[in-house]
């Protein structure tokens, strides 16, 4: 079964970090690119990091610097490190993938298969 299954998430304070997991199944992660999403109430679903089939990566420039994507191909899992956490970082977390494509890209009109999302919460 083609299944993204995201977890890691929870409440956190500002400056923070948590780490999410995305357990992918059914493909291979290392031959698709997979994206980290996120969507916030009231906002635009907002791309935040990729990492291509090859090991490229990719960030948003609101999260650059402070997220890291990375993946394991004997795990079949990607992760996405999130430190010094802010508030404006809420919302919830998704990981998609592109069946038509090997490159990182943070559009999500372009990925095909979504997980059910993992919500963070930054707050004091």
């Known amino acids: 079964q083609l299944q993204l299954v995201e977890s890691g998430g929870g409440l956190v304070e500002p400056g923070g970090s948590l780490r999410l997991s995305c357990a992918v199944s059914?493909?291979?992660?290392?031959?698709?690119?997979i994206g980290w999403f996120r969507h916030a109430p009231g906002k635009e679903r907002e791309g935040v990091s990729c990492?291509?089939?090859?090991?490229?990566?990719g960030y948003a420039h609101s999260v650059k610097g402070r997220f890291t994507v990375s993946r394991d191909n004997a795990e079949n899992m990607v992760y996405l490190q999130m430190n010094s956490l802010k508030p404006e970082d809420t919302a919830v977390y998704y990981c998609?993938?592109?069946?038509?494509?090997?490159?990182?890209?943070?559009?999500?009109?372009?990925?095909?298969?979504w997980g059910k999302g993992t919500p963070v919460t930054v707050s004091s």
């Open positions: 990492i291509s089939s090859s090991g490229s990566t």
């Open positions: 998609a993938t592109d069946w038509d494509g090997t490159a990182c890209q943070l559009y999500a009109s372009g990925m095909d298969l």
């Open positions: 059914g493909f291979t992660v290392e031959n698709y690119p």
